[in-house]
C-alpha cells in the first residue's frame, strides 16, 4: 500500500519566496541607481556644475588644472621678479658693491679730521669746519672752516693743522691753503681757510 506524500511547508515557501523577490528588487534598484549616478557624473555634471572665468566656460576639472598652473605662472614670475631686484648672484653686482665699498665715507673723513684737530688744539671749537666736500671719483677733498677763538697764535694753529692732515694715513698730498690773519666784528683774530687734500 502506498504512503500519502508528506505536506509542503506552506509557511516556509512563502517567506523564501518573498526574499528572493525583495532581494531581485533591490539589486535591481542598485543597479540603476548606480547607473543613473554614473550617467549623471559622466554627462549631466559637467554641463551643470560649469563657472565663467574671464568668459571662458570651466569645469570643475579644468578649474582645478589653471589653478596649478596659475600657481606655476606665479612662482616662476617671483623667482624672475626676486632674481631680477637683487642679483646677489651676478658678478656685475658684486664688482659694484666692491666699488662701493672701496670709496671713502664722507661721514667717517669728517669724524676723523674732526677728531685730530680737537686734539690739537685744547680750546673747544678752534678749529672749525664749516663744509666738508668728497669728490670721491677724483678721490679729492676739500675743508672749508676757519681757526679762532686761540687770538694771534690762529696762523700757527693753521699751520700745524695742515701739518696734522699730512700724516693721516688717509691723505696722498694737501695743498698749503693761504696763510692769513683777519679781524672779525669784535676786534678778535681768526684765519679762515680752505684746504684741498688728494686721498689714497
Do not use: W
Amino acid at each position: 500500500m502506498n504512503t500519502p506524500p508528506e505536506p509542503l511547508d506552506r509557511q516556509s515557501l512563502p517567506a523564501a519566496d518573498g526574499v528572493r523577490r525583495v532581494a531581485f528588487f533591490l539589486l535591481c534598484f542598485a543597479a540603476s541607481l548606480a547607473c543613473a549616478l554614473f550617467l549623471s557624473q559622466t554627462f549631466l555634471l559637467p554641463r551643470i556644475a560649469q563657472v565663467d572665468v574671464g568668459g571662458k566656460r570651466m569645469s570643475i576639472a579644468d578649474l582645478d588644472g589653471s589653478y596649478r598652473r596659475l600657481l606655476s605662472d606665479v612662482s616662476d614670475q617671483e623667482k624672475a621678479r626676486d632674481a631680477s631686484i637683487v642679483p646677489l648672484q651676478e658678478p656685475a653686482f658684486d664688482a659694484l658693491k666692491e666699488e662701493r665699498f672701496a670709496q671713502p665715507s664722507l661721514g667717517a673723513l669728517r669724524d676723523e679730521i674732526t677728531h685730530e684737530a680737537t686734539a690739537l688744539v685744547a680750546t673747544p671749537d678752534a678749529i672749525h669746519l664749516s663744509d666738508v666736500n668728497l669728490d670721491a671719483s677724483q678721490m679729492s677733498l676739500v675743508l672749508t672752516g676757519d681757526v679762532r677763538h686761540v687770538g694771534p697764535q690762529c696762523q700757527t694753529i693753521l699751520a700745524d693743522f695742515v701739518s696734522l692732515l699730512r700724516k693721516l694715513p688717509f691723505v696722498a698730498h694737501v695743498d698749503d691753503p693761504a696763510y692769513q690773519r683777519l679781524t672779525d666784528a669784535a676786534g678778535a683774530p681768526h684765519s679762515p681757510f680752505e684746504i684741498s687734500l688728494s686721498l689714497k
